[in-house]
């Protein structure tokens, strides 16, 4: 039985090895290549301004979707107000990113307005993302369900995954 074992490992054994070797090989390219890098998860923002006098608000429930390779959707929904008048924020931002490390440089391919979006004034435009416009973040894992995305001046938001 011990002579009947050592030969088939003798016989095999080397294709055994290149297949382990490949199937390693394999689940690295995964990890490094394909796996998205940037969490999903969600977050609630609540910004108060003080804009030439008058208080703006902003109350935005913000879901963040890996989309492939080095793309993430980033989905805004909520409501502005602007003193008495009060807008909906319904927006799909699709950005592009590179990571070195905890930090991630990204780059809004596309601005996509939902039919309930209904802000037109450009103060509230300017302070969501445009195409073309750059973000630097750094996401740092607080927690196993908890992270945290920051710019280069201060936290933005705290994001948890379902």
Excluded at 10 to 39: D, E, M
Excluded at 53 to 65: A, H, K, Q, S
Excluded at 148 to 158: E, I, K, R, T
């Amino acid at each position: 039985m011990k002579a009947g074992a050592c030969k088939l490992m003798k016989r095999y054994g080397y294709a055994i090895a290149a297949l382990l070797a490949v199937g390693g090989c394999a689940g690295a390219a995964y990890f490094l290549f394909f796996k998205p890098q940037i969490p999903e998860c969600r977050a609630v923002e609540h910004v108060t301004d003080n804009v030439a006098g008058r208080t703006v608000e902003r109350i935005v429930l913000i879901n963040v979707v890996p989309d492939g390779r080095r793309q993430v959707n980033i989905l805004l929904n909520g409501r502005a107000y602007d003193g008495k008048a009060r807008y909906v924020i319904s927006r799909t931002l699709v950005l592009g990113y590179r990571r070195q490390g905890n930090n991630y440089t990204l780059w809004v391919k596309e601005n996509i307005r939902k039919p309930h979006d209904s802000i037109r004034l450009e103060d509230f435009n300017r302070r969501l993302p445009v195409e073309g416009m750059q973000l630097h973040w750094r996401i740092e894992q607080i927690d196993s369900r908890h992270f945290l995305f920051a710019d280069n001046h201060a936290p933005l938001f705290v994001c948890t995954t379902p």
